[in-house]
């Protein structure tokens, strides 16, 4: 069965940029599109960014939009986040989910990012 | 983008039956038969319980069922064990290659 292990997330200021990484094991992600789920803390889940197999379609929330940037590494098998101009209410639990047919199939345990001064 | 609207509770006794809503509109859970359930323990990542709005991932026990009428979907959990005690959320495609969660119900066996 497919784990996927998100790193990278930790205590930022605001303005202050990071990278998520996300990596697979036990199985590939060339085939499948990705998606980045975040949830603030207390709070419920908010769909962030997907991108489509080959990385050719990128979609985000409007939220974020011209701030975070999403791609992925086939050939590592890994998903990354890179987000720029945090703002505190950027603070979650950051969530890398590997899509099935029209649906959020495997998740990661997620990793925290911090946006505070 | 507004989250869909669940009841931010639920509740019942063992061997009950509790069944939780998930309002959108035209424009997600109405317009597209892709409304999916994940159940959340505490700490723990989100696990897809149901897809396709009926469809049950392989695994997941037949007392969690889906359904849908018009902007409203639902997720009847029969049967309530102390293990279902969790939040569960709604998730809805909305076109274009963006989705929508729901706002999310705590579901307490009482």
């Known amino acids: 069965e497919m784990q996927l292990v998100e790193s990278g997330g930790g205590l930022v200021q605001p303005g202050g940029s990071l990278r998520l990484s996300c990596a697979a094991s036990?199985?590939?992600?060339?085939?499948?599109?990705m998606t980045w789920v975040r949830q603030a803390p207390g709070k419920g889940l908010e769909w962030v960014a997907n991108?489509?197999?080959?990385?050719?379609?990128?979609n985000y929330v409007d939220s974020v939009k011209g701030r975070f940037t999403i791609s992925r590494d086939n050939a590592k098998n890994s998903l990354y986040l890179q987000m720029n101009s945090l703002r505190t209410e950027d603070t979650a639990v950051y969530y890398c989910?590997?899509?099935?047919?029209?649906?959020?199939?495997?998740w990661g345990q997620g990793t925290l990012v911090t946006v505070s001064s | 983008q507004s989250a869909l609207t669940q009841p931010p509770s639920a509740s019942g006794s063992p061997g009950q039956s509790v069944t939780i809503s998930c309002t959108g509109t035209?424009?997600?859970?109405?317009?597209?038969?892709?409304v999916s359930w994940y159940q959340q323990h505490p700490g723990k990542a989100p696990k897809l319980m149901i897809y396709?709005?009926?469809k049950r991932p392989s695994g997941v026990p037949d007392r969690f069922s889906g359904s849908k009428s018009g902007n409203t979907a639902s997720l009847t959990v029969s049967g309530l064990q102390g293990e279902d005690e969790a939040d569960y959320y709604c998730?809805?495609?909305?076109?274009?290659?963006?989705?929508?969660f729901g706002t999310g119900t705590k579901v307490t066996v009482l």
């Open positions: 998730s809805s495609y909305a076109g274009s290659n963006n989705w929508v």
């Open positions: 035209s424009s997600d859970i109405g317009g597209y038969n892709y």
């Open positions: 396709e709005v009926t």
């Open positions: 991108i489509k197999e080959d990385g050719s379609q990128k």
């Open positions: 036990g199985s590939t992600l060339r085939t499948s599109w």
């Open positions: 989910v590997k899509d099935g047919f029209w649906t959020f199939e495997n």
